[in-house]
């Protein structure tokens, strides 16, 4: 049985109402997001989090807040997100958190007359020694617990620096991928060759419909075909992040699911 669970909400911001919102629908997990206030590690209260885990029987992963480059070219910036980033895999130990989600930033461009151009791109050594050294800072981090930083796909891993930095971080175990079926609907589907061709490495999912570039639809909103998903994430045991941002379509995927004996 596949393993469903929910982003953050803006309309739920409190932990317990998203963990009672969480165990209504059955679902088995809550997605930290770290771009919201109130899941900054300064805020977050290990006790509040461990009781709420007890007593709602949820778990939980963590988004990491999308502007998190560890290859920033100004190096007291990237020193402050790694600091970060180890603190929030302390916290994940602690917790029993399998997945840490990531984002791989593509960086600042150039718009020249005729193209668009990477400042990573164009001095991609410099971007994988960077990826480098946060992976095996991550790995050392990590060490023999069962974390997972899990490098999700965003608007594509359409260069060249992109896919070197995907595979650099891919040779430590501590990282795997998360697909992100809308996003890539949203590209024409550009990502999900390269990310089967490492499906050993696929261990999570966020699941939404879409239609055209419109995404995170309830599921059966669109004009995805979430069954040939659903049968992915199964093959792979991923777990799935219902990834919808309001409380009415979370409601809407669940009862699509359900409806439809996944659950």
Known sequence: MLCFGMPTLIEVPELRRSAELCRRLGLRFIELNMSFPQNQLDRLDLAELKAVKEEYGIFY?????????????????????????????????????????MHLLRGIYVTLPDRRVYIYGENEDFFLRQLRSFRDEMTEAIGDSAVRICVENTDGFDRQFLIDGVDTLLESPAFGLTFDIGHDHAIKRIDEPLLLARGERLHHMHMHDGRGTNVHLALGDGEMDIPYFLRLAQSHDCRVVLETKTVAALEHSVDWLRERGYF
């Open 61 to 101: 992963t963590i988004h990491i807040d999308e502007s998190m480059d560890p290859c920033s070219v100004n190096p007291r910036i990237a020193k402050v997100y790694r600091e970060d980033m180890r603190r929030t895999v302390a916290l994940a130990r602690e917790l029993e958190i399998p997945t840490l989600n």
